[in-house]
């Protein structure tokens, strides 16, 4: 493959991965490298070569940008927090004997089932190898966990027989963690 041929397809390899923006900002970069080592007299091939190498192969600068990506950061976040804001849903629901509420099966089940989905997302999104399916995830993590905060308060300040100390420590935990789930959904989607 010739140099500019050389430099276009792995431009078109980073493509199948990473955002337009990225790329083209890579592209500048690259184009940069690649005039330089001309400017030193190699040869377009040479010189085409020698700024790919200096790049790095694709695969490794795909994965640094998936390990920087604000999508990864904050699903990592939300997994850290949520054991935290679990536990204090967890004492409220204890102590209110939340097992005796008239809340029906199919809302209990349905609950579950998108808590564990939320989970799932979140740990695809810290664990993903390939930037879009990370950000995507990322912000479905994002907003299922907003859907999961806004359901348990919901259900609890309308359920629950007493509202306590512990049910205000819960919701606040809970508006917290959907209020930055919130902001970071657009930034999680696009990287």
């Not at 397809?9 to 923006?21: F, H, M, V």
């Not at 030193?40 to 190498?53: E, F």
């Amino acid at each position: 493959m010739s140099g500019p041929g050389l430099i276009d397809g792995y431009l078109a390899e980073l493509s199948a991965d990473l955002p337009a923006r990225i790329v083209e900002e890579l592209a500048d970069g690259l184009d940069e490298t690649y005039r330089r080592y001309l400017g030193r007299g190699l040869a377009q091939d040479a010189a085409a070569r020698a700024a790919v190498a200096e790049f790095g192969e694709p695969q490794v600068v795909m994965a640094a940008f998936t390990d920087a990506s604000r999508g990864r950061r904050t699903a990592r976040r939300l997994l850290a927090v949520g054991p935290g804001v679990g536990t204090w849903w967890a004492i409220v629901l204890i102590t209110a004997r939340g097992w005796q509420w008239p809340v029906p099966v199919v809302a209990r089940v349905l609950f579950g089932v998108m808590l564990i989905a939320v989970i799932g997302f979140l740990a695809a999104a810290a664990l993903g190898r390939h930037y879009r399916p990370v950000c995507r995830a990322a912000a479905a993590g994002c907003v299922g966990t907003a859907i999961v905060d806004a359901a348990v308060t919901g259900m609890v300040l309308i359920t629950a027989p007493v509202l306590a100390w512990p049910v205000a420590v819960a919701v606040a935990l809970s508006a917290g963690r959907s209020t930055f789930a919130l902001r970071n959904f657009h930034h999680a989607l696009t990287g």
